[in-house]
């Protein structure tokens, strides 16, 4: 009888502890989410103040971080600064070689998304001055790097710049510029992986004709 009596107490015990551990669950689940609370990645989208800095006195690590903040603020004149800093930092140092390399095709990259994304690019029949910089950046690759890879992947892009998938106006009007630049990308860098993607390219314009 008193075993009974025990399991009685227990199970009511039980049961209380149930109803408590409910209750505490419903009211956190309920509660509104504390706005005060950000996740990294949210900070990462959040536009913060930008600020211009020497970059003079920058080391190549602290430029990588200083380039990302210019391109989230689209200061692009100060990318610029930035971008060359960094390839003065890495030119002729063998052991920051793809650094310097990836800084130029960075550089190239910037202004020509620039060009995408403000709707500057293929709305005019000339070539606009962000795309003539972007081009140059390619053709200092080429020049300084001839007979590499790199250049090989800088003469593609240069068809690519031609010959994109934004606009149709565009490609129509720069069809043989194009076709100039991935003719030179097979010619020069025949046995290249860039030489294989230019035929293609060349393959897609001729049936645009």
């Known amino acids: 009888m008193k075993k009974s009596r025990n399991l009685k107490w227990v199970l009511l015990g039980l049961s209380a502890a149930c109803i408590v551990a409910l209750a505490l669950w419903m009211k956190f689940a309920n509660r509104p989410p504390d706005k005060t609370e950000v996740r990294e990645s949210e900070l990462e989208d959040m536009e913060l103040p930008f600020e211009r800095k020497n970059t003079e006195a920058m080391g190549l690590g ?37 650094d310097f390399i990836d800084f130029q095709f960075g550089l190239a990259e910037l202004y020509l998304n620039s060009l995408w994304e403000y709707g500057q690019f293929g709305k005019q029949e000339e070539i606009p ?7 140059d950046i390619y053709d200092e690759i080429i020049a300084s790097y001839p007979n590499s890879e790199l250049a090989a992947e800088a003469q593609f892009k240069k068809g690519e710049v031609f010959h994109n998938e934004f606009s149709g106006y565009w490609n129509r009007l720069h069809r043989d510029d194009a076709v100039r630049e991935f003719q ?23 049936k645009e004709e």
């Open 62 to 98: 602290q430029l990588k971080v200083y380039i990302r903040e210019c391109e989230r603020a689209r200061d692009f004149s100060e990318c610029e600064r930035a971008y060359q800093q960094a390839i003065q930092l890495t030119l002729g140092k063998e052991s920051m070689f793809r």
């Open 129 to 135: 001055p962000g795309l003539n910089r972007a081009m």
């Open 184 to 206: 030179k990308v097979v010619q020069n860098y025949p046995h290249t992986d860039q030489a294989r993607r230019a035929k293609e390219r060349l393959a897609t314009l001729q």
